[in-house]
């Protein structure tokens, strides 16, 4: 099995959502959405978080914050997130598909031999709380929206962290499935002031 992570870190009051990059990159030969058809070739995965790095590891974890001023702490008014990934061109096709700080680029493919047809599974992973100190946040008050320019649709679908792994969608052989996240913070709990941290992992694995 191969499989390729990224991470995310989320903070709060400030809240905060921090991401990392993958490798590699083929030709594109046609699209359908978002959907990009890969080159076949040796087999190989490529998972990019936030800012990546075409046919190279890049180890940046992005952050993804938000300061919530006191007087709506807790009142359930939904506070938008911004990010420090400086990522706005697909690291595939150098399209501009992200505008960032406000959206944080995800994207992925899994390129195999044509004599196979398999499909990689992206997935999130965090923990159940994000942490201040002895204090804590869940993490499912943070949820994403999915789109990209020139394209509305959610080719990596929009949800709401869930405090362990979420299933996102499957990729299947020799495509490249990107999408622009926008991260909100719920804002529905009432927590002591703080700086709350998290992780989320994004993984992109295949059989």
Not at 88 to 96: C, H, L, R
Not at 118 to 127: S, Y
């Given at each position: 099995m191969d499989t390729i992570s990224n991470k995310l870190e989320p903070k709060d009051h400030a809240i905060g959502t921090t991401l990392l990059a993958g490798l590699?990159?083929?030709?594109t030969m046609a699209a359908d959405a978002w959907v990009l058809a890969v080159t076949p070739g040796a087999r190989r995965i490529y998972l990019a978080v936030?800012?990546?790095?075409?046919n190279a590891a890049n180890a940046t974890i992005n952050q993804v914050s938000v300061t919530v001023p006191a007087n709506v702490v807790g009142t359930g008014t939904a506070q938008a997130m911004t990010s420090d990934s400086t990522q706005?061109?697909?690291?595939?096709?150098?399209?501009?598909v992200c505008v960032p700080p406000n959206q944080?680029?995800?994207g992925g493919f899994f390129r195999e031999p044509s004599t196979t047809a398999?499909?990689?599974?992206?997935?999130?992973?965090?923990?159940a709380t994000l942490t201040s100190g002895a204090d804590t946040l869940p993490f499912t008050q943070i949820s994403w929206t999915s789109t990209a320019l020139g394209n509305a649709a959610a080719d990596i679908p929009a949800g709401t962290f869930n405090g362990a792994?979420?299933?996102l969608r499957n990729i299947t052989s020799n495509t490249y499935v990107e999408n622009c996240h926008t991260?909100?913070?719920a804002n529905t709990n009432l927590v002591a002031a703080g700086v709350y941290s998290g992780r989320a992992t994004y993984t992109l694995a295949t059989p």
């Open positions: 590699l990159c083929c030709s936030g800012n990546g790095t075409t706005a061109n697909s690291p595939f096709d150098g399209y501009n944080v680029y995800i398999n499909v990689a599974r992206l997935q999130v992973t965090t923990p792994t979420l299933f991260f909100t913070y």
